[in-house]
């Protein structure tokens, strides 16, 4: 039957998206990436730069971008490494603690407790071995999408050619919309999630530092990049900043504080950021964005979580465009009405149109 056909169909994408993600990751993540440079890039050119001098300076700017970010977070890792020896402390005691309720609920003694976590180092070392590991293919990756970013910006005229040869000639100019569509939707996405971090460190800076939070502007710019994931990204990264700001100690007018920061920053990234920045273009709705991520996740996991928005936005242009998929657009899609942004907002947004 056709449901059948179109169901094996649908399991062959899945399965060759999961086997050829060595492949595949890196190159989507440099495509994503390239359309981010894009209008820098032919604005260079239009001024008269050479091609590869153009392309050479987006990737020396991505390369500061990443470099500046990594920055940020190691200087405030170091900064978190002077309360080592109270974490220290805070873990001895809840060991201990946990060790006690062991005893009393299952009879078994520290000294075995003790063997069974000696029994356990060996998986630790291999877990250990593994990381390490990950590390080796995590660098090999970054090389990787860096490349791929240089060659799809300096050749993406060829690309785009190729792309247009495929379609035939009737529906040149249509096919034509699609590319710029796809591509345009994608630098929204990344310009906008770039600017909604930003502006996220500035409130969750302010707001954590005003609460008197310890390494305020290292939970601030985690819990900005966290945001890549929608939903759970942001519940995360407060979460985690309650956890160690009670493990430092702190009472409950503090961790309250900490909630009550995270509810006015959600509301202003909703209310006002999300109308203002993102647009409706890339807006999925909350459903489709769920199922993304937990797609994204299963078939290529913490790299899958971070591109299942903008390839989903993508899919969504495509399936807009061409008539027997719309109605699949249309079911990703957001509904317009159901949340309007403030008068003011739409005011603001109208200044720059």
């Not at 998206?17 to 190159?27: D, G, M, R, S």
């Not at 291999?126 to 590991?133: C, N, S």
């Not at 040149?172 to 909604?196: C, D, F, H, P």
């Not at 006002?272 to 999925?284: A, N, R, S």
Request: hydrophobic share 55%.
């Amino acid at each position: 039957s056709s449901i059948g056909k179109k169901l094996l169909v649908l399991f062959l994408i899945v399965a060759g998206l999961y086997f050829a993600q060595e492949f595949l990751i890196p190159l989507a993540i440099g495509a994503v990436l390239a359309t981010l440079f894009l209008p820098f890039c032919k604005w260079m050119e239009a001024k008269k730069v050479p091609k590869f001098l153009a392309v050479f300076v987006c990737l020396l700017l991505l390369l500061l971008g990443i470099a500046g970010i990594a920055a940020l977070i190691s200087w405030q890792i170091v900064s978190l490494t002077n309360d080592v020896e109270l974490i220290k402390q805070k873990a001895v005691v809840v060991i201990e603690q946990v060790q006690l309720y062991i005893f009393n609920h299952s009879g078994i003694s520290r000294d075995a407790q003790a063997q069974l976590v000696k029994d356990q180092q060996a998986s630790v070392t291999g877990f250990i071995e593994t990381f390490l590991g990950s590390l080796v293919g995590i660098f090999t990756g970054l090389i990787l999408t860096l490349v791929y970013v240089f060659l799809l910006l300096y050749y993406r005229t060829h690309i785009k050619e190729f792309l247009l040869r495929l379609s035939s000639p009737s529906h040149r100019v249509e096919s034509e919309k699609l590319i710029y569509r796809a591509t345009n939707v994608s630098q929204q996405y990344l310009v906008g999630l770039s600017k909604m971090i930003f502006c996220l460190w500035i409130m969750y800076g302010i707001g954590f530092s005003i609460v008197g939070v310890e390494n305020a502007i290292f939970f601030a710019v985690l819990c900005g990049l966290l945001e890549i994931v929608p939903f759970v990204g942001n519940i995360t990264g407060t979460s985690i900043t309650v956890l160690v700001a009670a493990v430092h100690g702190a009472g409950f007018p503090m961790l309250g504080g900490i909630v009550l920061t995270y509810g006015i920053v959600q509301f202003i990234q909703g209310w006002v950021l999300e109308p203002l920045i993102v647009g409706p273009q890339v807006k999925i709705n909350p459903l489709f964005t769920i199922i993304a991520l937990v797609l994204g996740e299963l078939i290529w996991g913490i790299p899958g979580v971070v591109l299942a928005i903008p390839l989903t936005a993508m899919f969504k242009i495509v399936c807009d465009h061409i008539e027997p998929l719309k109605p699949y657009g249309f079911l990703i899609g957001e509904i317009e009405t159901t949340k309007k942004p403030f008068g003011f907002v739409t005011k603001i947004k109208s200044w720059f149109k």
